[in-house]
């Protein structure tokens, strides 16, 4: 039995640190694929906010102040690192 392994690496665009991280990967044979993403509320995955709210105060046991602290963050970062 054989088996191969490989690396899918999972880029959060929206991260001020996303292309110092990928670097770390990107002369490695092993990754075959390479997914960005931007999970900020509005954005891509979660375009509803009610939608993005019920997963990430769940998630991450947020009140409702520091969700909304949370949000802004996120915001705030995609739209310095994920624009064009």
Known sequence: LRADHF?????????????KAFANFETDERVKLASLMDHAPGQRQ???LETYAYYYQRK???SD???????E????????????
């Open 7 to 19: 690396i899918h690496l999972r880029c959060e665009v929206s991260a001020p640190d996303c292309l």
């Open 65 to 71: 102040r520091d969700f909304r602290k949370f949000c």
């Open 73 to 84: 963050k996120r915001m705030a970062e995609s739209a310095m690192n994920s624009g064009p």
């Open 46 to 48: 979660f375009v509803n």
């Open 60 to 62: 991450l046991k947020l």
